[in-house]
T-cell receptor, first 114, second 117 residues
Framework: AQSVTQLDSQVPVFEEAPVELRCNYS??????LFWYVQYPNQGLQLLLK??????LVKGINGFEAEFNKSQTSFHLRKPSVHISDTAEYFC????????????FGAGTTVTVRA | GAVVSQHPSWVICKSGTSVKIECRSL??????MFWYRQFPKQSLMLMAT?????????EQGVEKDKFLINHASLTLSTLTVTSAHPEDSSFYIC?????????????FGPGTRLTVT
């Protein structure tokens, strides 16, 4: 079974500054990795995913993430944030042999200030 | 493409009554649907997995007689919270996984806020 650890519960950041959200996972099998964003009182929106191939994945809204197999990490980055990036961010892992279930991290609250 | 809707978006019910939440895949056939529960400021906890035409598989600790899940068609799954109590108040989110080409990804609905008074 896999587990997901998001190392930062809250990340305050100034507008136009870079941000990195850290995610580590543990799994005994190959996994698919995802980052989702959740705005208040809404469902989850997929930012990006890693399935295979290039370890640097680019997503929507200027986000990117890098898969590091040796460190079992999938950190999310954005070089310059906007006020509208204020939201909750979830890292998730899918263990395919386990019927595509997603295991979520605890989430990271990003607050962007002017 | 790959849009999932939920209805209602919010519902208030009295303690002891039942409430049904619908989850629909609007533009694809969902072979599997998932139901999650999210408490304020917390992550999503998987409640159950349902495949069309078969019984749902519940996660450990989830009462299957209280949270009835039906997945009667490839585009509709329902979650019925029976004899609801205030502790059942939560944000319920469904997701759907499609067939080939969409099989590796879950698409999430906008969620349903349930308040039990």
């Amino acid at each position: 079974a896999q587990s997901v650890t998001q190392l930062d519960s809250q990340v305050p950041v100034f507008e136009e500054a870079p941000v990195e959200l850290r995610c580590n996972y543990s799994s005994s099998v190959s996994v698919y990795l995802f980052w989702y964003v959740q705005y208040p009182n809404q469902g989850l929106q997929l930012l990006l995913k890693y399935l295979s191939g290039s370890t640097l994945v680019k997503g929507i809204n200027g986000f990117e993430a890098e898969f590091n197999k040796s460190q079992t990490s999938f950190h999310l980055r954005k070089p310059s944030v906007h006020i509208s990036d204020t939201a909750e961010y979830f890292c998730a892992v899918s263990d395919l042999p386990n019927d595509y279930k997603l295991s979520f991290g605890a989430g990271t609250t990003v607050t962007v200030r002017a | 493409g790959a849009v999932v809707s939920q209805h209602p978006s919010w519902v208030i019910c009295k303690s002891g009554t039942s409430v049904k939440i619908e989850c629909r895949s609007l533009d694809f056939q969902a072979t599997t649907m998932f139901w999650y529960r999210q408490f304020p400021k917390q992550s999503l906890m998987l409640m159950a997995t349902s495949n069309e035409g078969s019984k749902a598989t519940y996660e450990q600790g989830v009462e299957k007689d209280k949270f009835l899940i039906n997945h009667a068609s490839l585009t509709l799954s329902t979650l019925t919270v029976t004899s609801a109590h205030p502790e059942d108040s939560s944000f319920y989110i469904c997701s759907a996984r499609g067939g080939s080409g969409l099989s590796y990804e879950q698409y999430f609905g906008p969620g349903t806020r349930l308040t039990v008074t």
